[in-house]
C-alpha cells in the first residue's frame, strides 16, 4: 500500500503518537489492516484520493475506497473496482457522481437516507462519506483503530 502511494522505502517507518505532518515537516501516512483491508490515513495529503492510486490499488480483481476531507476545496468520495474508479463522489450534493459507474452506490446512499436523484445539499459531507464507505467495505474505523504506534511513512518535503 505505501509504495503504491508513492513511497519510498527509506521513509516506512514506525509512526509514534509525537509524528504528525507540519508544513515544515514531513507528511504522515500511517497503514492497518483491519479485517480483509488495509486502511491508509494521511495527515493532510490527498496521494491515495488521486485516480491513478485508485485505478493501482484495485487493479487485477481489487477494491478501493478514498474518503478526502479538503479545508479549502471539495471533499469526495471514489470507489474503484478492478482497476477503474467507478464511482467518485462529492458527498456535499451526492447528485454530483462520475465514473465508469455513476450510479454503483445508490443503494448505499438510500440505506443512508440520501436520495441519489435529489439535487440537495448534505450538512454534514464527511460523516455521510465515511458512512458510505463504512457501508461499502464493511469496516467500521474506531478510536482504537487509530492508535500508535503503527506502521507507515514520514515523507520529507512531501507535496501535501
Sequence with gaps: MLHLLGVADEHIRLIEDED?????GPQI?????????TVAIEDHGWRGARRKVMEALSRD????????R???AQDHLAHAVDGHVTT??????????QGTDPD????HLRDLGID?????????????????????TGVLITPDDLR?????AAIPGALH
Design 148 to 152: 500508535r504506534p503503527v506502521l507507515g
Design 20 to 24: 504528525w505532518t507540519y508544513q515544515e
Design 116 to 136: 441519489p436523484a435529489a439535487d440537495d445539499s448534505i450538512d454534514n459531507p464527511i460523516p455521510m462519506a465515511l458512512a458510505l464507505a463504512t457501508r461499502i
Design 104 to 107: 454503483g452506490l445508490n443503494r
Design 29 to 37: 501516512i500511517t497503514v492497518r489492516r483491519l479485517g480483509d483491508w
Design 61 to 68: 480483481g481489487g477494491e478501493a475506497v478514498a474518503v478526502l
Design 88 to 97: 467518485d463522489i462529492n458527498p456535499a450534493y451526492p447528485i454530483d457522481r
Design 70 to 72: 479538503h479545508d479549502y
